[in-house]
DNA sequence: CGGTTACATGAAACCGGTTACATGACATGG
DNA sequence: CCATGTCATGTAACCGGTTTCATGTAACCG
């Protein structure tokens, strides 16, 4: 703030570029200058000025984090953020790296596709992470042509400096449909997240793969479409109980979902799991709370957020290619609702 | 990235002076050079390197985000972290402000309380908001020595250029007590926060001031001590139902708690609300899909949010006193459990 | 018509670091 | 004893902007 490394040169009587070395490359000082510098440098309150370092290395020591937070737009809410955010910061930080969350640049138009790589470009961060669930906004599509390392959740996105982690999201179906099968149920149904998006299809196409594999196929009409929320599971759970004959199994897609189906179960008088079992995706809180406890396939989520933090650090330490996707498995948690 | 403001001037034929001058007062340029600059510049993707305008200008637009995730230290989790970032975000984002999650200065030893003040200045934040649920970790409090403004949540935080955003927890803990009263109650116990703690003491306080005006004084024993999370509600429950006479309502300071309260109590063979009715505090998602649903005192999540960004920003316009502290009135949500 | 004034622009210092290169001291070895 | 190498340090250019001050031009006024 107030003290300069010119001022830390100054009261040393060595030149800047001295100090400078006591702080970078400290094996090349002499130890009685270096033990000089830095007791004056404690003494008198001097930190390196961050700005003024990224300037001339071209290296911030932040990492950009892109997450949408305009409600108007889709994809903002995320089911287990925080546990993301909290192994992600971690494992950053451990390694001294800043998380920047980029508001969306204002002068490229509330719409146009540049929105974050402006913002990214501006802010000299040294890599990227998109939290984005699924929506395929251009202006995070467009982060695929930025020359910074990038990694994204959930999304499918490779590039020369481009990678993601995913859940097994498939795996995820198979072990959905598996269990149910081992429950001796013959007739299922589901509740699929928004469909063109990559994490609904896969788990739905898991999940029919290995219902296929014992003979089981899933009719057209024992398909819902729900959005990940609550009220879409309750709504298509209604709409799934009115077939008959009826299925003696759901598997919903995401854990809000199924606890709207749950509900709307409860409400048709229906009993769980006598009357109709029900098996989730993802394993977020509430699933362990309602009553009798949400079935569920879990995703990793600190694993999640350690795995797309040390893939970006790979990268920021420039191994010419990227690395390959993660994905991390997913695991059968049995409750009461099966 | 390739191109810097000497590259604009130098295809427009003009100073950088009048580069910077275009895009920071447009105002004070002809039309003609202007529109130039602006063509030149759109057609070769010029964008300024926010390192070598803070550098220049002392401002980074950045606020600095001081959460410590330090899984072995108190308050790294928060109930409702979410809404709180996602309201925090877009009110900052509005006004072009970015939010930097600071990762604690390395070089200043892991509990040096100096290890957040140190980043904080390193990186030329303008602003600081402080999430840290209740610890009285020295770093944190060393903040509000920092020349940088500051707004903390839920922490009586007060100094030249610092203040703080909290829900009125005294008010939430008199609206408990006034609901159970109306419901009739008479002798009523209560689950705390962990106790020295500022949010805690004011619950109970609020609680206790209004039993007090109606006749009603809380016993000693109808009296325990969680820690916020879950399985301590569950202790404390089961501690509260082994007195005789046993109380006939349950005031627990947090939902969590309150989610163990209420499983305890089922546990024991009682139903809610009729053997015995629960209330909670902070209006979490679960507290809504636990059946019978669980009534509580909730906190404006977004509110927060949004009032510690605006004390943050009104700060920034370097208004001579920092803003008053802010206190967000909670509100009654009656489900079933009472 | 000379003197103000307003306006648009340029020159250059400055923000606070890093680093390529130069320099000087000293030790080493042939 | 001189050429060579090593080590510690200094000099100065550079990163990419902002901003003060000076300058030149044209409009305005009495």
């Given at each position: 703030m107030v003290s300069s490394i010119r001022e830390v040169a100054r009261r040393c009587g060595v030149s800047v570029a001295t100090?400078?070395?006591?702080?970078?490359?400290?094996?090349?000082?002499?130890?009685?200058?270096?033990?000089?510098?830095?007791?004056?440098?404690?003494?008198?309150?001097?930190l390196p000025n961050e700005s003024a370092r990224t300037l001339a290395t071209k290296k911030s020591n932040m990492v950009g984090l892109v997450w949408d937070t305009d409600h108007r737009r889709p994809g903002w809410r995320h089911p287990f953020l925080q546990?993301?955010?909290?192994?992600?910061?971690?494992a950053l930080s451990a390694q001294g790296l800043h998380l920047l969350m980029l508001a969306p640049d204002r002068n490229a138009g509330p719409d146009s596709g540049q929105r974050f790589l402006r913002a990214?470009?501006?802010?000299?961060?040294?890599?990227?992470?998109?939290?984005?669930n699924g929506s395929r906004d251009p202006a995070v599509l467009a982060l695929a042509d930025a020359a910074v390392p990038c990694v994204?959740?959930?999304?499918?996105?490779?590039?020369?400096?481009?990678?993601?982690?995913?859940?097994?999201?498939?795996?995820?179906?198979?072990?959905?449909?598996?269990h149910l099968i081992e429950r001796g149920h013959r007739h299922v149904a589901t509740?699929?997240?928004?469909?063109?998006?990559?994490?609904?299809?896969?788990?739905?196409?898991?999940?029919?793969?290995?219902?296929?594999?014992?003979?089981?196929?899933?009719?057209?009409?024992?398909?819902?479409a729900g959005d990940w929320y609550l009220d879409s599971g309750y709504t298509a759970m209604?709409?799934?109980?009115?077939?008959?004959?009826?299925?003696?199994?759901?598997?919903?897609?995401?854990?809000?979902?199924?606890?709207?189906?749950?509900?709307?179960?409860?409400?048709?008088?229906?009993?769980?799991?006598d009357d109709i079992a029900i098996i989730g995706f993802d394993d977020i809180e509430v699933a362990a709370l309602v009553p009798p406890g949400l079935t569920t396939i879990a995703q990793d989520k600190t694993g999640i957020g350690t795995a797309a933090a040390e893939a970006v650090m790979?990268?920021?330490?420039?191994?010419?290619?990227?690395?390959?996707?993660?994905?991390?498995?997913?695991?059968?948690?049995?409750?009461?609702?099966?």
């Open positions: 100090v400078s070395r006591v702080f970078n490359t400290p094996e090349v000082v002499s130890r009685r200058t270096r033990q000089l510098v830095l007791d004056i440098a404690a003494e008198i309150g001097y546990d993301i955010l909290v192994a992600l910061k971690s990214v470009h501006r802010h000299n961060v040294d890599g990227v992470v998109v939290i984005d994204a959740l959930d999304l499918r996105f490779t590039g020369p400096v481009c990678t993601y982690v995913t859940s097994d999201n498939a795996g995820g179906g198979r072990q959905a449909a598996q509740i699929t997240g928004p469909m063109p998006t990559w994490p609904a299809v896969q788990r739905l196409d898991g999940f029919r793969e290995t219902l296929a594999a014992s003979g089981i196929t899933l009719a057209d009409h024992d398909v819902a209604r709409q799934l109980l009115s077939r008959s004959p009826r299925a003696t199994a759901v598997f919903a897609a995401g854990d809000e979902m199924a606890v709207g189906a749950m509900r709307a179960a409860h409400e048709a008088g229906l009993r769980i799991p790979a990268m920021l330490q420039g191994s010419a290619a990227p690395p390959e996707p993660t994905t991390l498995p997913t695991s059968l948690i049995v409750r009461g609702s099966t």
